[in-house]
Each structure stands twice: as structure tokens, then as C-alpha cells.
T-cell receptor, first 109, second 114 residues
Framework: LAKTTQPISMDSYEGQEVNITCSHN???????ITWYQQFPSQGPRFIIQ???TKVTNEVASLFIPADRKSSTLSLPRVSLSDTAVYYC??????????FGQGTELSVKP | DVKVTQSSRYLVKRTGEKVFLECVQD?????MFWYRQDPGLGLRLIYF???????EKGDIPEGYSVSREKKERFSLILESASTNQTSMYLC?????????????FGDGTRLSIL
């Protein structure tokens, strides 16, 4: 099973670009990479998903190198409301979905 | 809009009690999941179900069972609650059990076992 590793915490300032990297050395051929955002007292919320190369939506970009052993979530121009925990998820035929431990992002004014 | 509803936000039970956590989704999703979330450990999969009456164990199924009698409802059962099952429990649903579609989460049940 693919285990994921993320930084435990990160600090940033409003207006900056934030990049959070997730390592998943044992990712399987059929595994997708998904990122979620979680605020206190709420369930995780889907941000973005990818399989390879680069994916972009209205809130984030996801960069996946050719070997797929890591991925980077990029949040452009963060605001205070982006303060949250971000989870990297790799999975998963058979429902074997592995969440990372999460990165606590703190955005300061 | 997608909706996953967990029956209780907070629940306090005693050791040895049988505890039921209920989850309902309104999206007609085949796949439903139960996770527990603990500080420093992230989310860990307890069980998931890919169809009515079908289930598979996740990473930490010990001490838990599940029931899926109807497509929209997935129940987590603690047969004999213990203090180490004090945790936040999250339910999710998805069109896919393969990880290639987003999971939609409820807001969780914070369970305390005394």
C-alpha cells in the first residue's frame, strides 16, 4: 500500500503562493492522487485530483512528476480563509485509500 | 448539492455499550466509507461498502462492524465500546471505490467513551 508523507505544518502570508508536497514512493500504477482541505469541526472537502503531469482548477494546481513518487499542491495567492489542514490521498483499487497525516497551513496577515 | 449527513455531531457512551453511528447520503452513490480521525494519525479507513450488503475491511476494522441494508445508509457499529475508540468518526460516499473520484464527507461524529 502506498504510504504518504507530508510536512506537519507550514506558515505563509496573505497573497503568497503556497506549495505543499506529498511523498508517495510506493504508489501503484492505478492509484490516483487527491487533495482535500479540512476546517475545524468539518469533514474534508475535495480540492483537486490527478493521475500524472499537471492539473489545474479554479482553486489550485496539482503537479505530478513523471515517476509519480511525489505530488505538489499549489495554492495561488492564499488568504486567511485558506488556513486549514490539507490532506494528500493516494488510492486505490479495492478501496484501499491512504490518507497522509495532513499539513496544517497557517496563513498570517 | 452533494449531502452526507451523520446522525449525531457529539455522542457520549459508556464502556461496554453497543454504539451505532449512522450515515445517510442523498447522491445515489454505490460506495460509502467510515474513517476515524485522531490527532497526529490523520484519517484511517475502518470499513467501506461498494454496494448494498457488501463490505470490505479497511486498515483498522478491529472492534467495529458495519451494516448497509439500503443504498443511502451506512452504519458503523461498536459492538462493545472501549475507551480507545474515543475519536472523531467521518463518513464519506463516492461514485467510485477506486480512488479516482472525489469522496464527499459528512461533518463527523465526535464520540467519547467513558
Amino acid at each position: 500500500l502506498a504510504k504518504t508523507t507530508q510536512p506537519i505544518s507550514m506558515d505563509s502570508y496573505e497573497g503568497q503562493e503556497v506549495n505543499i508536497t506529498c511523498s508517495h514512493n510506493n504508489i501503484a500504477t492505478n492509484d490516483y492522487i487527491t487533495w482535500y482541505q479540512q476546517f475545524p469541526s468539518q469533514g474534508p472537502r475535495f480540492i483537486i485530483q490527478g493521475y500524472k503531469t499537471k492539473v489545474t482548477n479554479e482553486v489550485a494546481s496539482l503537479f505530478i512528476p513523471a515517476d509519480r513518487k511525489s505530488s505538489t499542491l499549489s495554492l495561488p495567492r492564499v488568504s486567511l480563509s485558506d488556513t486549514a489542514v490539507y490532506y494528500c490521498l493516494v488510492g486505490g483499487a479495492g478501496g484501499k485509500l491512504i490518507f497522509g497525516q495532513g499539513t496544517e497551513l497557517s496563513v498570517k496577515p | 448539492d452533494v449531502k452526507v449527513t451523520q446522525s449525531s455531531r457529539y455522542l457520549v457512551k459508556r464502556t461496554g455499550e453497543k454504539v451505532f453511528l449512522e450515515c445517510v447520503q442523498d447522491m445515489d452513490h454505490e460506495n460509502m466509507f467510515w474513517y476515524r480521525q485522531d490527532p497526529g494519525l490523520g484519517l484511517r479507513l475502518i470499513y467501506f461498502s461498494y454496494d448494498v450488503k457488501m463490505k470490505e475491511k479497511g486498515d483498522i476494522p478491529e472492534g467495529y462492524s458495519v451494516s448497509r441494508e439500503k443504498k443511502e445508509r451506512f452504519s458503523l457499529i461498536l459492538e462493545s465500546a472501549s475507551t480507545n475508540q474515543t475519536s472523531m468518526y467521518l463518513c464519506a460516499s463516492s461514485t467510485s471505490g477506486q480512488g479516482n473520484q472525489p469522496q464527499h464527507f459528512g461533518d463527523g461524529t465526535r464520540l467519547s467513551i467513558l
